[in-house]
């Protein structure tokens, strides 16, 4: 199996930051992409930042556009952990931030999907 633990969610006031971790254990033997999705009350889940083409190496890094310039996705290769930096926030930008990361557990099996458990991040005005 695959894990995915977040941590670093919670209560900022706007303008302020926050960081999101999110460490991926388990049997792996390459993971293909990490993401971090988020979901506000009433609204459908959207991307908000996406590694992509493996986290081992190379790989590109997308955002929304709504989080461009104020949101920067990493990762610690060796650790098999991404984080989300999350600055000059927004009330808009309250939600459950979930991670999800595309695993390849062994050399000849499919990529699968799993997900994190989600962390609540809130930005009050």
């Known amino acids: 199996q695959v894990q995915l633990v977040e941590s670093g969610g919670g209560l900022v006031q706007a303008g302020g930051s926050l960081r999101l971790s999110c460490a991926a254990s388990?049997?792996?033997?390459?993971?293909?992409?990490m993401a971090w999705y988020r979901q506000a009350p009433g609204k459908q889940r959207e991307l908000v930042a996406r590694i992509t083409s493996g986290i081992t190496s190379g790989g590109s890094t997308n955002y929304a556009d709504s989080v461009k310039g104020r949101f920067t996705m990493s990762r610690d290769n060796a650790e098999n952990t991404v984080y989300l930096q999350m600055s000059s926030l927004k009330p808009e930008d309250t939600a459950v931030y979930s991670c999800?990361?595309?695993?390849?557990?062994?050399?000849?099996?499919?990529?699968?999907?799993?997900w994190g458990q989600g962390t609540q991040v809130t930005v009050s005005s």
């Open positions: 999800n990361a595309v695993v390849k557990r062994y050399n000849y099996s499919p990529d699968q999907n799993y």
């Open positions: 388990g049997s792996i033997f390459t993971i293909k992409a």
